[in-house]
C-alpha cells in the first residue's frame, strides 16, 4: 500500500520569516511522516528582489512572495513534493520563478506545473514506490476569477493550462506510461465550501481518462472529500502553511520590513484593499482552515481521509478537534453528500431558483 498525504496551500513567508519559533505541532508533523509522498502547492514566489510581475500589477492583482531563506520549510515540514501550477508562482516574473525552480532542485524536492515552455509544464514528477510508479500532474485553471497567470506555451514560460480536452489528453497519455496518476488541479472561487459545477464535472473527466486521485486547491477553504468508484476526489484542501503578512504599496504587494514592526500599531485587513500604507494582512476564520489528507493507494483501488487543520492568531498550525468546528464539518458532510450521491448540477440549479424565489419575496 502506499500513502500519498496532501496539504493545501504553502507560503513559507509572511510573519514566520525570520522566526526560529516552532510554526507546526508535533502532531501533525508525525501524521505527515506516515506518507511516503508528502505534497503540498508553493502558492507563491521565492525571491529576495522584489521585482513584481508587470501584468499583475497593472491589473491590481495581489503579489505573494517569500524570501530564499524561507523556502527551508519545506523540508522541514518534509513536504518532497510541490505544485506550481497557480496564481503567485510567477508573481516575481519569469526570473523568480526559475530562481525557485532551481532552489527547489538544489533542495531536493521535486515539482511540477510550470516551466521555460509548455514541455517543462506538463512534465509529470514521477516517484517509483514499491515497484509502483506514481506521476503527480498538476493544472492551472485560466477563468477570470483565477487573476493574471502566464500560460505555458511551446515558446515561453508559464503554468500548465487546465483546458479542458488538453488536461485530459495529459491524463489519458500519463496513465499509459505509469501505475497511477495523480492530479493537482488548482482551480474553483475562491472562499466558497461549495465546488464550482465545473470543476465537479472536470473532477468526473479526470477520474473516466485514468487518475486514481485529485488533490484539488486555490480556494482557501476547504471544500469536500469523495470517494467513488475506488477513486478519490479531493475538491480543495484550504489553506496549510499560509501564515499572516504584511501588505504595501505599490497597491497591496507582500511587504518584508528591514526593521521590526509593531503590529499593533498597523491597520489590519482581511480582505484585499489597495493600500497607501502598511498594512497588516490576515485571513477571515474560516480561511485559517486547512486539510490534510491521507489517500491510500492499494491496487487499483485509492481512500482518501483527512484531519482538519487551523492556523492560530500566531501562525501556528495544529489540528482542530471536529466536533467544535460545526461550520465546517456541516458544509463538508453536506456537500460530499451532494457531490456523491445527487446530480450535483441539477441540485445547484434547483437551490439556487429556491433562494431567487425567497429572495424575490423578502424583497416584496
Not at 513559507?12 to 508535533?26: A, T, Y
Not at 501533525?28 to 508553493?42: H, K, S
Not at 518584508?256 to 498594512?279: F, Q
Amino acid at each position: 500500500m502506499i500513502k500519498i498525504i496532501g496539504v493545501g496551500d504553502i507560503m513559507p513567508g509572511g510573519l514566520l520569516h525570520g522566526s526560529k519559533s516552532p510554526f507546526i505541532s508535533d502532531e501533525v508533523m508525525a501524521y505527515l511522516a506516515q506518507g511516503d509522498i508528502r505534497v503540498g502547492t508553493l502558492e507563491c514566489a521565492i525571491g529576495n528582489s522584489p521585482d513584481f510581475i508587470e501584468e499583475k500589477m497593472n491589473k491590481y492583482g495581489d503579489v505573494i512572495y517569500a524570501p530564499d531563506e524561507d523556502l527551508k520549510r519545506l523540508k522541514e515540514m518534509n513536504i518532497n513534493l510541490v505544485s506550481l501550477a497557480n496564481n503567485h508562482f510567477f508573481d516575481l516574473k519569469a526570473s523568480g520563478a526559475f530562481h525557485t525552480i532551481e532552489m527547489l532542485d538544489a533542495m531536493g524536492v521535486a515539482h511540477c506545473g510550470a516551466g521555460v515552455n509548455l514541455k517543462a509544464a506538463q512534465q509529470p514528477a514521477v516517484f517509483n514506490i514499491d515497484g509502483k510508479s506514481i506521476a503527480f500532474l498538476a493544472f492551472c485553471d485560466y477563468h477570470k476569477y483565477m487573476g493574471y497567470i502566464p500560460i505555458a506555451t511551446e515558446t515561453s514560460p508559464g503554468v500548465n493550462p487546465m483546458y479542458d480536452d488538453y488536461t485530459l489528453e495529459q491524463i489519458v497519455s500519463a496513465k499509459q506510461k505509469y501505475d497511477h496518476v495523480v492530479v493537482i488541479p488548482h482551480w474553483g472561487k475562491e472562499h466558497r465550501f461549495e465546488p464550482l459545477v465545473w470543476c465537479y464535472e472536470m473532477a468526473n473527466k479526470m477520474l473516466k481518462a485514468g487518475a486514481d486521485l485529485i488533490l484539488g486547491g486555490h480556494t482557501h477553504r476547504v471544500q469536500s472529500v469523495v470517494n467513488k468508484n475506488r477513486k478519490s476526489i479531493v475538491y480543495s484542501m484550504g489553506n496549510f502553511c499560509f501564515p499572516s503578512r504584511l501588505i504595501a504599496p505599490p497597491l497591496r504587494a507582500t511587504y518584508y520590513p528591514k526593521e521590526p514592526l509593531l503590529i499593533k500599531d498597523l491597520p489590519i485587513t482581511d480582505r484585499y484593499p489597495v493600500v497607501d500604507t502598511v498594512t497588516y494582512k490576515v485571513w477571515k476564520p474560516l480561511a485559517k482552515y486547512g486539510m490534510v489528507v491521507c489517500a491510500s493507494v492499494d491496487g487499483n483501488n485509492t481512500h482518501a481521509d483527512y484531519y482538519l487543520t487551523y492556523l492560530d492568531d500566531d501562525n501556528f498550525i495544529d489540528f482542530t478537534n471536529q466536533k467544535d468546528d460545526k461550520e465546517v464539518t456541516k458544509n463538508l458532510n453536506k456537500y460530499h453528500f451532494v457531490l456523491k450521491y445527487l446530480p450535483y448540477p441539477l441540485y445547484i440549479r434547483v437551490r439556487n431558483k429556491v433562494n431567487s424565489i425567497i429572495n424575490n419575496k423578502q424583497s416584496k
